[in-house]
């Protein structure tokens, strides 16, 4: 499958889903075994995506102080946690990767 | 009461703050798209159909991957599905306006359009200065996301590996994984989808995101049907 046409049905679908509500559902209501779930959909996909980048960063699990990832990745998840911001999540990632880098 | 473009003006206005993460966050992109992979062009057409930061860097980060098309196709569209979320509380605002509106406005619907909206909307509004205060909003934050996806993908290219920008892409669900937390069941959502994520690195393609996925909100869901029973 050619990456345009991909990109034009995610795209679809993503449309789908932000007129979902506002153009038919929204007239019936929200069922409540709908709503509750979608909550926890964009935790478990992000942690699915993030966490192996730092765990795993080339391909196989390798935890310790030698993977650099990893230690710069718990580094931003503490300032994420605090600050709840990208902006500042993102500076203190890369500031302790090219530390760390430039150290060891 | 407030005309249609004042209030057009005051969304403009209310969301400028939020450019300072709009504009990194786009050049990131950008530059990932440069850096990686994916078809320059391709990858830049994203900003237009998708318009979903989020979803757009999962995607470019699978096809580097070298993914399989459902994985390609199936892990950006779960990520945007926190939109039905947004597109449910909109709707009691939006079902006064005309069947072409309601057609048309939720193309521009983000996580910051949807936050700024609620904010300042009024249960008793007229619905022609909630449909101009939302396009003050959603265009300012398109047509900042259009430009600065724009510059990151043009000067991408001069960006060596050596800076590991790569590492962004993880920085960035970072930050919205923190964002999405709001409670205990939504935190084990995050760790179960973690830890899912990382035992199953070894099955084929991508396929292990969706397993941890639907791992993470399975035992978010129980969690949460168990505290609230």
């Known amino acids: ?104 | 009461m407030a005309s249609a473009d004042d209030r057009f003006r005051e969304g403009v206005r209310a969301v400028a703050p939020l450019l300072l993460g709009t504009v990194p966050f786009g050049l990131i992109v950008g530059v990932t798209i440069a850096g990686t992979g994916i078809d320059n062009l391709a990858g830049w057409a994203t900003s237009v159909i998708i318009f979903a930061g989020a979803a757009q860097l999962a995607l470019i980060e699978l096809v580097d991957a070298d993914a399989i098309a459902i994985v390609l196709i199936a892990t950006p569209i779960v990520i945007n599905l926190r939109m039905a979320m947004y597109s449910a509380a909109l709707a009691t605002h939006f079902h006064k306006l005309s069947p072409l509106d309601q057609l048309w406005l939720p193309y521009l619907l983000t996580d910051q359009t949807f936050v700024m909206s609620m904010a300042h909307f009024r249960p008793d509004e007229d619905p022609v200065t909630i449909k101009f205060y939302y396009l003050g909003v959603g265009t300012t934050l398109w047509t900042t996301w259009l430009l600065a996806t724009t510059v990151g993908v043009v000067v991408g290219a001069e960006v060596p590996s050596s800076w590991s920008l790569d590492f962004t892409i993880a920085l960035v669900f970072l930050a919205l994984l923190a964002r999405s937390i709001a409670a205990h069941p939504a935190l084990l959502a995050a760790v179960v989808g973690g830890v899912v994520a990382v035992l199953s690195l070894d099955m084929p393609n991508g396929t292990g995101i969706m397993v941890a996925t639907v791992a993470g909100v399975a035992a978010g869901s129980i969690s949460d049907w168990r505290l609230n029973r």
Request: charged content about 10%.
């Open chain 1, 1 to 104: 499958m050619s990456i345009w046409a991909i990109i034009v049905i995610i795209g679809l679908g993503t449309y789908l889903i932000r007129w979902s509500f506002i153009g038919v559902l929204g007239k019936v209501g929200v069922p409540a075994y709908i709503e509750r779930p979608l909550r926890f959909v964009a935790p478990a996909v992000l942690a699915a995506i993030a966490i192996p980048e730092l765990v795993a960063p080339a391909g196989s699990i390798d935890i310790g102080f030698d993977n650099l990832r990893l230690v710069a990745g718990l580094i931003a998840i503490a300032v994420a946690w605090k600050t709840r911001a990208m902006g500042p999540t993102i500076v203190a990632g890369m500031l302790s990767l090219w530390l760390l880098d430039w150290l060891f």
